[in-house]
């Protein structure tokens, strides 16, 4: 089975700084890598995913993150964020290239809190 | 619709009600899922629908919960005698097949009091 640990909780950071939140993956399997986030009272919007090919994957509102197979990690960084990125950010698999889609397996979370 | 929408947003229940959550994708998506997110955890997969039949129902808690999408579009998740436990949000997502950029609607939360 697979499993998601997102590292840390709790990331507080001043706006305009960069920022990094980590996340490492177990599976015996190949994997499909994701990021979501989630605001307040709202649905978990897709950030990125890694599917194949680059490890560096762009997604949107200027994030993006790098698939690193040998230390199962997949961190998902911005360079300078903004107010507005403060939410609630998981990281997700899907274990078995595809064999097992439509099952995500998520992270406990990481809030982001960007102060002014 | 534009996006995955799931009514209602809010449900209280006495313990032991029972209680259906309704979930309405994205038109043309075949694929549907429902997760649970307790209060301060990821989501939890519940169950699969490609088309109108279950493919994975190995995340349903126990048979209390019951879900079904006749038609292949609608989809209702079923809880009968609810417990205090089954107090969390409920998610749908929905997907065309074999992609992975799932769209999630706003939840159901559901309290059990």
């Known amino acids: 089975a697979q499993s998601v640990t997102q590292l840390d909780s709790q990331v507080p950071v001043f706006e305009e700084a960069p920022v990094e939140l980590r996340c490492n993956y177990s599976s015996s399997v190949s994997v499909y890598l994701f990021w979501y986030v989630q605001y307040p009272n709202q649905g978990l919007q897709l950030l990125l995913k890694?599917?194949?090919?680059?490890?560096l994957v762009k997604g949107i509102n200027g994030f993006e993150a790098e698939f690193n197979k040998s230390q199962t990690s997949f961190h998902l960084r911005k360079p300078s964020v903004h107010i507005s990125d403060t939410a609630e950010y998981f990281c997700?698999?899907?274990?078995?290239?595809?064999?097992?889609?439509?099952?995500?397996?998520f992270g406990q979370g990481t809030i982001l809190t960007v102060h002014p | 619709g534009a996006g995955v929408s799931q009514t209602p947003s809010n449900k209280v229940t006495e313990k032991g009600k029972y209680v259906e959550l309704r979930c309405d994708p994205i038109?043309?998506?075949?694929?549907l899922y429902w997760y649970r997110q307790s209060l301060g955890q990821g989501p939890e997969f519940l169950i699969y629908f490609q088309g109108t039949g279950a493919a994975d129902d190995s995340g349903l808690p126990n048979d209390r919960f019951f879900a079904v999408r006749p038609e292949g579009s609608v989809s209702t998740l079923k809880i009968q005698r609810t417990e205090r436990g089954d107090s969390a949000v409920y998610l749908c997502?929905?997907?065309?097949?074999?992609?992975?950029?799932?769209?999630f609607g706003s939840g159901t939360r559901l309290t059990v009091v």
């Open positions: 890694y599917l194949s090919g680059s490890t």
């Open positions: 038109s043309g998506h075949t694929a």
């Open positions: 997502a929905s997907s065309f097949a074999g992609d992975y950029g799932y769209t």
């Open positions: 997700a698999v899907i274990a078995g290239g595809g064999t097992s889609y439509g099952k995500l397996t």
